[in-house]
């Protein structure tokens, strides 16, 4: 179940891993499917492109009246022709309102997806939380591999500047004085964590309030500090988990082609000269979604646990302990994907409640 009691020891992590019987009966009715790839990345990109449509139209009906959704193209810095989608609260601004801006990344390894796959959690923030949600496209691997799409993700983030060349079409009640945060599922949850490093070292203005981080790497498997090498144990303990395999993880990297020594990549294997432990002074508070059951689950315990112990930054962490990789995708009918939907929302308040504790 989700807990915010978090494993500290090495026997309490790997148990962890154990599947939890509702998922497993779940599993087992559909025939236990193997985490495995169901085509080469480039098929699979265009079955999940093709797949749009039908997305589109069935979220269109079930849209619920209090939100309101737009859709955009917006030219980015790096050349790069955005859709952004943009969701926020009916009948809510004010002259003085300041509605938080989110920006949120979908997961795809890199390779695949679009806004849409965030967009039913976009609208419980905007309809929960009054925030205006950004969902910004960007490109993907293996027509352009890495850096391509972390490029984009910057350049959408730098669009909330005061004074960006391009403007964003916001609400005008969205503030980031508000509130200023970035997010993403998976390969969006490591686009996120680097654009919280990014933000920081550039000094974006205005700053970054939180990081939404769910089930995402930020770790090379080749280069993990000793520091917690000894607690990186999902690569291996996990290699095999439904949804999400080690093997189907590297076909996403084959395509993917990242810099293993770049921190736009994995900016806890990569820390800035002269930095601490992994380099994470001065990033925001995170709020942080991690199952048992993932090959990325470590990355999330040990980032989470930097960022408390060596930054002294406020964390809090939903732990879904026997429960795999993403598992709200696959089985949106269980129990658990709206008890983990509803964490979401509760995690991204509490992150907006930092900062007003904060300031």
């Known amino acids: 179940m989700g807990t915010t009691s978090l494993p500290m020891t090495i026997p309490e992590i790997l148990t962890t891993g154990t599947i939890d019987p509702a998922f ?17 990345i480039p098929a699979l990109s265009a079955m999940v492109a093709s797949s749009l449509p039908q997305m589109q139209s069935a979220l269109a009906a079930s ?3 209090s939100v309101i959704e737009t859709e955009h193209t917006v030219l980015l810095s790096t050349g790069f022709r955005s859709r952004v989608l943009v969701c926020s609260r009916t009948g809510t601004a004010t002259a003085t309102a300041k509605a938080p801006v989110i920006l949120l990344f979908h997961g795809g390894g890199g390779c695949l997806g679009f806004p849409e796959l965030e ?23 293996p027509q352009h591999p890495f850096p391509a799409g972390v490029q984009d993700a910057w350049a959408a983030v730098q669009l909330l500047r005061p004074d960006p060349d391009t403007t964003l079409p916001i ?17 969006g949850a490591n686009m996120a964590g680097v654009l919280a490093r ?4 550039e000094r974006l203005h205005p700053a970054l309030t939180g990081q939404v981080l769910v089930c995402g790497a930020w770790l090379d498997p080749g280069r993990v500090p000793e520091a917690c090498a000894s607690r990186y144990l999902s690569r291996e303990q996990n290699a095999e988990a439904p949804v999400l395999t080690q093997g189907f993880v590297g076909e996403f990297l ?11 990549w994995a900016p806890l294997s ?26 990325n689950r470590d990355d999330g315990l040990i980032y989470e646990r930097a960022l408390r112990e060596e930054a002294g930054v406020a964390t809090r962490m939903d732990l879904y302990g026997g429960w795999p990789h993403c598992f709200w995708d696959a089985y949106p009918e269980l129990e658990m994907s709206e008890r983990r939907a509803e ?17």
């Open 63 to 65: 849209r619920p009246s």
């Open 119 to 141: 967009l039913p959690l976009a609208r419980r923030l905007a309809a929960d939380l009054d925030a205006v949600v950004v969902l910004p496209s960007y490109r993907l691997a």
């Open 171 to 187: 609400p005008p009640h969205a503030d980031p004085a508000g509130g200023f945060m970035v997010g993403g599922s998976s390969s």
């Open 270 to 295: 990569n820390p800035r000269e002269g930095d601490t432990g992994l380099g994470v002074g001065g990033l925001p508070p995170g709020y942080f979604q991690v199952c048992g059951m993932d090959v």
């Open 343 to 359: 964490d979401y929302v509760k995690g991204v308040r509490w992150l907006l409640g930092q900062r007003k504790g904060s300031g």
């Open 198 to 201: 990014l933000a920081r070292d």
């Open 24 to 40: 497993e009966t779940a599993w087992i009715s559909r025939g236990s499917p193997p985490g495995v790839a169901p085509a080469p």
């Open 254 to 264: 084959a395509a993917y082609r990242p810099d293993e020594e770049s921190a736009l």
